[in-house]
């Protein structure tokens, strides 16, 4: 009998678990690791403590926790002894994170590979302070493994020097769904989830299933939860915002730009987008609201509300002030706009002229007149033509009598056209 | 103002269910390949009309398995290979799994088959006309558009209706056909049964339920909408059997009157040419080129696509080359060996396409067991687990399949 340090969890499903006095209490089905990082302040990577086992006796399931516990292989079967054991209850386990039911077999995201992974096994650890978990396998060695022919087929392939690939992650790179109370564990992961680029978690997001989407999407904070929103293909984006709770998903729509709040409330049963935009802070839902008046294929349903514009009459450094508190986002601040009193667009301004300009100089010196413009209710395919023509990042959107609406950014555009083709 | 519409006009359903329209019309379409005509067209050659009963059972069995399969998509969002991952285990897995490859790298052959058979009535060799319908479909899905292509074969399979022409110049005897509907009539012999488990086994193929549950999931269909596609795969049945109606009636009518044995569909084509005349046969081959270029596109990958998902593997043809190489070398693979098998002078085709048929026979009570289970499991389905019909039909269906199977096993040992 050899005591194992390190070895694979699905080695030991289905083993036979012994206590102290080398009785036997039962079968193992299941583990429950901590979600707690041990020491939060020290650099060492994230692995979840095994806090108990989940024994399975004439039929019935019941948690146990330990003093201590060790893996032993003789005869080539293994064995889980654990000392002391104590019947809890399933409650006490709440706080864990169950090894078999959320991360063996399922899907979790791989934050480093930016992608979802399907979990083979998973690798443990007994050192003195316990039994811990240290990475999931998601390589083809695993897969067979599990099947149990992988002894047999690496000697084979050792013979013509094909290496089968083992690929593990860490603990600490990986955010996992807990399925017994939805939630996304590992809290050190799941704020880890926030460093990726919000294409990429949508895209983790679009290959989840229903559930786990919901889930992985209501660990993110509103920012990131609008930006992940807006990248989402429309029918994910109802199926999301559907699936939370008024307030939430009013929240998070609250952060998204009018345009693109107003181009997912369109694909929402009418009913529910009222009851969205009546919880919806006022201004936002105003905004919101207009936008949602516009035909379909309108410059208007495609435009960006958010935009700054200033007097003729001020001078540069009254303008540069004044981005300076407002703190914009970059293509509201790369496309300035000139107003008269009316509202009425006259011009536009250009960054490079406001920075290398005196700060003295009024804005009439280095604006620029009769820009070119659309009508809110242009075509949409009127654009792409317009903006390569004339090389612009956005077209200024005015109504007939000329007063400035917003404006279309070029990215919008794209996507419009992508979407397109892709409809064809 | 933003404002209340109206109730939902009559053209705003109809709109809602041309939108919702695909999973099922496409499942029941590429049900009816190469395969399941040389089945139909054997089946009325040698047997007449006695044996067009079967269909109506398959009918049923059908418009049930499809229905748990998009309820599963619809509630779950995974697809079928996911869940039977995550709920099995590994080894189950991975004998599915194994089962499918096997039994649709058979089917891609059989495919291939059509193609070649196909042209030949139009007098195009199997050397040119193989190897070209594989290159295309292989570029098609790797560097092409594929749901354009899946449209286009979509409107093509229009042209699987040309076998009512081909069935009504015939002149069929449209009274002996009510009566062996009303009055099915069973020989417990080999050969009608495993001709009976034919006709059953190639109108409902284990891979058409990943595919039927992963096309609902792309497309992203809600609870709400569950009456339209529900529509959507009766609609896509009823095509499935008409087509199977029509092609066996063709046979009966001209190939069973004159005594003509044949083996392939190819034979029933040409066959068909001094009875019918050469339009019914053109037609014929026709309905069979376009049957056999649709299933050898979606088989494959559809194929590579679940054996991927199922290992966690990336898959999916938005993906690049070096993303999801396990993918595409599957992909590659299934068609090349499948055109090969055809290349070959001697292929064996008719065993080939024999086994595959059994292999998908073994296959397809494992598949629907583990669609039963998961589709009662209250953890994965919520409230929607099935009704207790659904599980009587259900349960039903794979008694008997495994019944007809077995005897269709044991059957050549007794003898």
Redesign the interface.
Known sequence: MISKTTFFFSRIVGCKVYDGNNSFIGRLVDIAVSTEHLNPDDNEPFRPKVKAILIKKSGKENFFKFSSIYVAKGNGRYMVYCNEPKFIAKKETKENLLLKESIL???IVDINGR?V????DIRLVTISEGVFAIAVD?GVEG?LR???IVKPLKFIFSLIRIHIPAEFILFDDIAAIDHTNLSIKLSKASSKLHTLHPSDLADIIEE????S?TTVFSALNEEKAADVLEEL?P??Q??II?NMTLEKAADVLEKMPANEAADLLDELE??K??ML?GEMEKESSKEV?EL??YPDKSVGSLMNTEVLSFSENITIDEVLNKLRIQKPDMEVLYNLFVVDKNEKLIATISLRDLVISQPQTPIHEIMKRDPISVYDYDEVDSLAEIISKYNMLAIPVTDKENKLEGMVVIDDVVEDLIGKR?T? | ??K??SRKSFFKRLLLFIAILGPGIITGSVDNDAGGITTYSVAGAVYGYSLLWTLIPSFIVLVVIQEMNARMGI????GLA?LI??NA???VT?FIFIGLLIADIGNTTTEFAGVAGSMEVFNVSKYISVPIVAFIVWILVVKGNY??AERLFLIFSVSLLMYVVSAIMGKPHWGEIGTSIIHPKMEFDGKSLAMIIGLVGTTIAPWMQFYMQSSVIE??L?MRQYKYTLLDIIVGCIATVVVAFFIIVACASTLHENNIPINEAKDAALALKPLAGKLASEVFAFGLFIASIFSATILPLATAFYVCEA??F?AGIDKKWEDAREFYVLYTSIIVIGALIILMPNAPLIAISLWSQVVNGILLPVVLVCMILLVNNKKIMGRHVNKPANNIIGWVTVIILIGLSGMLLIMPLIK
């Open positions: 077999d399922q899907q992608k992974v399907r979990v083979n998601v897969l599990r099947i149990g989840l299933g229903k559930v989407k293909e029918h994910e109802v199926h559907e009418v009913e987008a009222e935009l609201r949602l008046e892709r064809v | 103002m933003f209340l519409k509630v779950t969002g995974k996911d991952r995550e285990g590994v080894k991975f749901k354009i497309k992203g809600k290992f966690g990336e």
